[in-house]
């Protein structure tokens, strides 16, 4: 499997997550969290240019002259989210296209936005290349690591996986 800003996310977030996702076993379509997650994006690609840009095997949220935009529902887990940013931003600057990245957090029931910038640095660069590599390693192991249930684990969609 190619990588992606979803398996660089779940990398960061959970080793285990992400070779569950690496493996293509998918327990998020299923999942309210991701459901909600989707329509926020949809609603609001229809009401922007530049929305849900594929390239290659990313999926950008939105491409403006000045910025790769990356939209989440929740501020969660900021660390996988930069990274994930961060992937695309490497992927886009590959292809000559260089952006600052903004993550903006729309959280339900929070009348203010979050909003985050990151710029691709070189030493993020180099950590990236060594993550992509990590990632390749742990999807091509036969057995998924160990799970580490935590409090974070209950709104994930592997959650009821991890338990068994």
């Keep these: 499997m190619a990588i992606n800003g979803t398996l660089v996310n779940y990398y960061i ?20 969290r991701v459901k909600i997650g989707k329509a926020l994006h949809e609603a609001r690609a229809d009401k922007k240019k530049n929305a849900e840009i594929a390239i290659d095997n990313i999926k950008i949220d939105q491409l403006t002259p000045k910025y790769l935009i990356e939209v989440k529902k929740s501020d969660a887990d ?6 994930q940013l961060l992937y695309y931003l490497k992927v886009l600057k590959e292809k000559g ?36 590599e990590a990632i390749e ?22 959650y009821g996986y991890c338990k068994i």
């Design 13 to 32: 977030h959970c080793k285990r997550q992400c070779w569950l996702h690496g493996n293509r076993i998918n327990l998020e379509d299923d999942s309210e």
């Design 78 to 83: 900021y660390d996988a989210v930069k990274w």
């Design 97 to 132: 296209i260089e952006r600052i990245g903004k993550i903006e957090f729309i959280e339900k029931n929070k009348s203010n936005r979050k909003i985050f910038y990151e710029t691709l640095t070189i030493e993020a660069e180099e950590q990236l290349q060594i993550m992509e």
């Design 137 to 158: 390693t742990l999807i091509l192991q036969k057995k998924p690591p160990e799970p580490k249930i935590t409090k974070q684990c209950r709104a994930c969609a592997y």
